[in-house]
């Protein structure tokens, strides 16, 4: 292979992107050496099995991933604002739409979750830690090296430009050939892994780990919330991992599963992918509904109103989302008895839905509202939501579905239940819990400028996206014509709004790292669940002493009894795993061997799987069984962080 | 379920027997017998039902105390064959539009064999 | 920790990371289930699409897949004797057990290597039709864990004759034995829907 094919070469764009990934690289390894890191990044961050850490580690990755997907977005935006625009050619407007979708949802939507997940979900219960801290290292790191493979591929060997589901025969050998369409395959393969064990750890967290006396329903809303999104990834993830091997399959090995010979079946992979898929917004929302029922609670100093039928409707919705993917395919052909079928269960989801919005706003009704931003980002989100899913039931309806398919009315419904939901969440669900991460608030102020020009924005962008559907405008078209410039134009404006939301939010990270008053306490918001009831910063085995939990909302019991999670009395010597580099070299090494299988280099990827195993040999002879943290320890540690 | 403690693993042999029989039984009616094909296919696939709940139970030790009666495995396992189920039979209930195909000897008559092998799953 | 640490009962579940780590891997095993079956749906949809290669019920012999069926389940049975001398105590018992139960996975192995070497003889392989690509995908998985798992025992293997059994070392021989039990849940469904369905069709 030649450089100039292992390098995307002529687009000015990708040559600039090309420099700045060597300009910023350059700078941090110049910062790191310059301030003798290294080692401080190596021991307190790389190696790493906190919770705390890794949940960070994600939620930092998971905003680069938003400022990528984001920048994708600007540039459609461009380009679609006026007829004939110039901007992007065709085929880089493909690999951009195709990259948006697949980094915003895979890299951006699920870590952001997954991070808050892993700071919050086992301090909510009373936890150390997660069940198997080395696997969720393991988890951050396969995530992250997935991401990393996925990015690259725009200044090597080029994206994929097949859109995010990948349609076959499109995404096949024969129409797609070359590395980009790999790089899609290996990256959310590479991930999946982190994704699946994630699922798996954080159940067996929740089921076992739980502070005694706490029953399933005690939880805080937010880990029930994960409970059942993990329940979806157990049993959504595998049908992904395999429909993403059975292509790679056919792509490298030459089988005929989704191809137009040997009578493969180009439609089959529709069926999985979206098998896969539905489950999957499920799998982005559900813990969104969780963050806003935290937030909602703390903020209208009320017990959320209907737990119980909070905690059924998410069951009840896990297990309808494996039951309507066929909607996302009803042009295909399937008849119309199949489309029926699903266009009732489809529309069945708007009950459980529809329980929570009521519950919501029971839970404001004739209440004391705190207008803090978390609060207002949980406000904007009820209307905003139940636009997108109105729209979703008009969606879902077979016979109509035939004129709002693949139309820009579609791309509006699924921007108001994405963004409104889970995009408002990430952000509700990271102001709110910033003090517990950091020490400090976020700024009120930027925040709330940041709130305002977000949110704005979004409705200017994607509101005038459903009329300009049903004026016809297709997806995924470079290029637009003059009937739809006017909407088009505003959508753009409101894009940019979005971005200069989301570069005022980013600002407001180093304003208040800089000028925020530190917190002295752990309860900063007046919480109601076991979260707050550790001093901030939390110290790395969370609690001294795990309270006995025997009333739902634990922490505020606990305050009316005037209890904390330091009895000196009670201290024990605390047990903790070691960290570890394991799971970073693990993963780096499975890393390349599926960047060699991007390239088809078969022996080199061979080689990687080969170092993978040995790695996993080494773990396997290992019994390294962690440290403990004695008595006198912890108590100097509580007295400083609770400045007794 | 005090089962670790006997001499003599009487639970694991019934087992044993058990599957060797089942297996030979389905290899019987699919090769031997002279039933319907809807009839084999349904009965084979029950029997490969009762032969999984052999290796769970007896082999598995899926609900014993210790792993607190096996609410959980109990849980997974029974939302497992559920989804197993929704997979195979909603996957083939929507593709069943792709069953007619150009073949040499026609496509009418693979149409007739699909829908049994369907209603098999 | 100390509160969920039991005196009585069998080794592995003794700790809470033997509990957890035991539950979790029930909560893996789930995860497979649905691998297999989505495999198995990419089959069954797949089933007839054989194009200018030969159909199923042309190549498939039942000789040599009753073989495999009672290699597998004869496996699953020492496995389980293993199991069960490990609950005893009976270290060599255990290895002696589980080292049969290996050499029955590694002739599985052998016979499902020398099937699909003669299916690719007589023209069908991996790339002649879409129902061959489902076979072989599916098979070749079924294979591929029977390959990981003996890899795997033998590491355990080595562990326990070293260390003996503990808690540690006796989570992992059972959790082992879970997987190979599972292995053969699996191969019932293959030889039932895959085998006989492709031969009475």
Known sequence: MKLDEFFVTGEPLIYAGMVSIVLVSSAVIFLLTYFKRWGWLWREWLTTVDHKKIGIMYILSALAMLFRGGMDALMMRVQLAFPDMNFLNAQHYDEIFTTHGTVMIIFMAMPFLIGLMNIIVPLQIGARDFAFPFVNALSFWSFFFGAMLFNISFVIGGSPDAGWTSYTPLAGAAMSPGPGQNFYLMGLQLSGIGTLATGINLMVTILKMRAPGMKMFQMPIFTWSTLVTCFIIVFAFPILTVALALMTIDRIFGAQFFTLTGEGLPMMWANLFWMWGHPEVYIVILPAFGIFSEVIATFARKRLFGYNAMVWSMILIAGLSFLVWVHHFFTMGAGAFVNSVFSVSTMLIAVPTGVKIFNWLATLYKSKIEFTTPMMWALAFIPSFVIGGVTGVMLGMAAADYQFHNSYFLIAHFHYVLIAGTVFACFAGLEYWYPKMFGHKLNERFGKLSFWLFVIGFHVTFFPQYFVGLDGMPRRVFTIIPEWMPLNVISTVGAFGMGLGFAVFCYNIYYSYRNSKREETGDSWNGRTLEWATPTPVPFYNFATVPHVDKYDAFLAMKEKGETTYDEDKLEPIHMPSYTGKPIIMMAILAFASFALVFEWITLAVIGLIGTLIMMVIRSFDYDEGYHVEVEEIKRIERKARRL | MAEHSKRFPVQHIIGFVLSIVLTLLAAWAALGSDLPVKWIITGIMTLAVIQAGIQLFMFMHMTERESGGGHVPWNMMFHGFVLAAIIVAGSLFTMSFGFTHDHEDGGNHQQEEKHEEQSGH | ?201
Not at chain 3, 30 to 50: C, D, P, Q
Not at chain 3, 58 to 79: N, P
Not at chain 3, 153 to 179: C, D, E, H, N, W
């Open chain 3, 1 to 201: 920790m100390s509160a969920h640490e039991l005196k009585s009962g069998p080794l592995e579940y003794r700790t809470q990371e033997g509990q957890m780590s035991i539950l979790g891997f029930w909560i893996f095993l789930a995860a497979e289930i649905v691998l297999f079956s989505t495999l198995f749906a990419t089959y069954a949809v797949l089933f007839g699409r054989t194009a200018d290669a030969p159909a199923p019920g042309e190549l498939f012999e039942i000789e040599t897949v009753l073989i495999m069926t009672f290699l597998l389940l004869i496996s699953s049975f020492t496995c389980g004797i293993a199991v069960h001398n490990m609950r005893k105590g009976a270290v060599k018992a255990f290895i002696t057990w589980m080292v049969i139960t290996l050499l029955l996975g590694l002739g599985f192995l052998g016979f499902e290597i020398y099937e699909f070497v003669h299916y690719a003889h007589e023209g069908a392989t991996l790339q002649s039709a879409a129902y061959w690509s489902a076979f072989f995908t599916l098979a070749g998985t079924h294979g591929l864990h029977v390959t990981l798992g003996i890899g795997w025992a033998t590491m355990i293997l080595i562990q326990v004759a070293k260390r003996g059994f503990t808690p540690m070392t006796s989570r992992k021989g059972f959790i082992i034995s879970l997987y190979w039990h599972f292995l053969d849940v699996v191969w019932i469904f293959i030889f039932t829907s895959v085998y006989l369905i492709g031969m009475v069709v």
